[in-house]
């Protein structure tokens, strides 16, 4: 098994939720925890044994200290965050669903300490070194121009320095509507540098400007896929889960990884009921892919452990999946629910 470094570029959030299944502020208290797309992604690597270091800029403050001090707490290696006097913390708020009811997030991150940073701010020649992967995001470029130029600098440094890079699409509409961004250059230009992306047939639709009408969403991926190796001739996997909500508490989640020289594997659909928290989900999902990868398992066993690490993130609150391989391989070997002695 070869343990990797893996270099994450991303904000810093504080999640403020309800508790329970409460409406938002329907009582006087919310609960707090860290979070942030390629945190998420680095603290899973790094429970799985791999030297992670995250990159970012947060507030010279108590809530900057204790995002860094979570992180800092599952192994991550917080040195290149950087620590501003001015600016503010990336926040948003959390309403967990129940019953018919859908969960819903209110983002409050304009003008965040992170979305002030500049491509200036890092010397990624030197984070980069002895990395083997940089892992970004699509929510990044979403925050405003400024970054937007920042995660395509880095994606480029990386490319420029023999460094793989891991690109999770997630397109995030409001976001980008905020300013006005063009999503579909930007993130063309980011799927441009990738080795992987974990994108599924309706992010390719909004990089590509083209529509899959296959009569089913397994096919959808597939031709998405072929097109998405077509237009990058960098990429060489492509990752996705696929989702259906049967209720808030009951979904049936499966997973296809398919690779530019024709391998394709998909992992069983799992049945995941009484959850607990979905939020982090899909980043639980790509550090389990990224780990397959760099641990050598062949697809159909990197597949099968990224949708096990994936759901098993939806039984546990918060957005980290501080899980072990061994937790997921578990998974992944035994379907049992007595307690293991």
Known sequence: MEMGRIVCFGELLL??????????????????????????????????????????????????????????RHGVDTRA????????????????????????????????????????????????????????????????????????????????????????????????????GDAQAILHALFDQADIVFADYRDIEVILGQRFTQAGAVERVDAAAAAAFAAFPRLQWLACTQRQALSVDHHALGALLLGREGVRAQAPVRQLTGIIDRIGGGDAFAAGILHGILSGFDADATVRFGLAAGGLKHSIPGDFNPVSEADVLAQMGEERFDVRR
Request: contains cysteine; aromatic residues 6%.
């Open 15 to 72: 999640r403020l939720g309800a508790p329970g299944r409460e409406l938002l502020l329907q009582s006087p208290q919310l609960q707090v925890h860290v979070g942030g797309a390629e945190a998420n992604v680095g603290v899973s690597l790094s429970r799985f044994g791999h030297d992670v270091a995250m990159v970012s800029t947060v507030p010279g403050n108590a809530l900057g200290a204790h995002a860094l001090g979570e992180l800092r």
């Open 81 to 180: 965050v950087r620590e501003v006097a001015d600016g503010r913390m990336g926040l948003y708020f959390l309403t967990t669903g129940a019953v018919q009811r859908a969960s819903e997030v209110v983002y409050d991150r304009a003008d965040s300490a992170f979305a002030h940073s500049t491509a200036a701010d890092h010397d990624w020649p030197a984070l980069l070194q002895g990395a083997d992967w940089l892992h970004l995001s699509g929510v990044s470029p979403a925050l405003g121009p400024q970054v937007a130029e920042a995660t395509l600098a880095a994606a480029c440094a990386a490319r420029a320095s023999g460094v793989r890079v891991s690109f999770d699409g997630n397109f995030r509409p409001t976001l980008w509507q905020r300013w006005g």
